[in-house]
């Protein structure tokens, strides 16, 4: 089968990257997985956070611009990075979080048991209780007790004005299953392993427009298991008359990319052959990689990088 396995990774923008280290490592204890640069722009960092290896499912990743505005959420737009945690760690995160003099709301309904957040730059973060997570292991290592550890991610949510178009292409073309609809809100789900996701699509009134900025959430990349899966991909995207890009090789995973009807960069990524391609599991994150096509010019481009130490 051919089918979407869930998220891989989301891509997002950042300010300061120091700042971002920290919040995303001693706040929300993720394992900094790799130090690398944007492969398109190497002037600017590429942060990945996620498990204990970053397995695709967990990957939550940054280009940090140390000069970037914040911006504000318009239609077509990814607004929120829902993660999941077990329900018996939802009052340890609402004491962390107020012991670490983090702001945040509670949600719980018929619907969900959330606790809201923003990190420095203002991208909004969902902590959702979700049992199904109860069946991952939680990193040991990380600033978070193994048991209460942010265990992958839940799914997404993408805000629209009209989300007609992007309904039809999520169930016809990427065959996403539709777990509840309403007027305003639709759930769609996707993969079958305990790294499965889901997609929140969400009606909004918004008079701003989409533009790149520290907070806002770049691109979602799905998961496939490997280069045929892809390639299946590439051709049914194609075929169905969507601009989709060549395969850009990524080091950690090989990626095509393309817009979805209501504007959202989404992006295909391969499963492997992941993080510890280029160093070992117990070093990940501590020293800058680059790929191999930049390493004759690792002087000039660590020179323009700011400097980011790691406390780990
Ligand atoms: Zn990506």
């Known amino acids: 089968m051919n089918n979407i396995n869930g998220i891989h990774h989301i891509t997002a923008i950042a300010s300061d990257p120091a700042e971002n280290l920290k919040f995303y490592t001693e706040i929300?204890?993720?394992?900094?997985v790799?130090?690398?640069v944007n492969f398109d722009t190497p002037d600017v960092y590429h942060l990945y956070y996620g498990d204990s290896e970053g397995r695709p499912g967990t990957a939550l990743t940054f280009f940090p611009f140390p000069d970037a505005a914040r911006g504000s959420i318009s239609s077509g737009e990814a607004s929120t990075v829902i993660f999941s945690i077990v329900p018996g760690s939802f009052n340890f995160w609402i004491e962390r979080l107020a012991g670490l003099a983090v702001n945040f709301n509670i949600v719980e309904n018929e619907e969900k048991?959330?606790?809201?957040l923003s990190d420095p730059d203002g991208l909004r973060l969902e902590l959702r209780s979700d049992p199904d997570s109860e069946a991952i292991p939680g990193w040991r290592g990380g600033a978070v007790n193994p048991e209460h550890?942010?265990?992958?991610?839940?799914?997404v949510k993408l805000f629209y004005s009209d989300f007609a178009a992007t309904e039809s292409f999520l169930?016809?073309?990427m065959n996403f299953r539709k777990i509840s609809g309403s007027a305003g809100k639709l759930v769609f789900g996707s993969g079958e392993d305990e790294y499965r996701s889901v997609i929140e699509l969400e009606k909004i009134q918004t008079s701003g427009r989409k533009r790149s900025s520290a907070g806002s959430i770049h691109h979602i990349a799905f998961r496939v298991s490997g280069d045929d899966e892809q390639l299946f991909w590439q051709n049914r995207l194609r075929e169905e008359g969507y601009g989709v890009t060549g395969i850009a090789e990524r080091c950690y995973f090989r990626s095509i990319y393309f817009r979805e009807p209501g504007g959202v960069l989404f992006e295909i990524a391969t499963d492997g052959p992941g993080f510890t391609v280029d160093e070992d599991l117990e070093n990940l994150g501590s020293a800058l990689k680059l790929p191999p096509w930049y390493e004759s010019n690792?002087?000039?481009i660590e020179a323009r990088l700011p400097e980011l130490k790691i406390s780990n």
């Open 34 to 36: 790799k130090k690398t």
């Open 298 to 300: 690792r002087e000039a």
């Open 149 to 155: 550890t942010i265990r992958k991610f839940y799914g």
């Open 113 to 116: 048991r959330a606790i809201q």
């Open 171 to 173: 169930s016809e073309i």
């Open 28 to 32: 929300l204890g993720l394992r900094f």
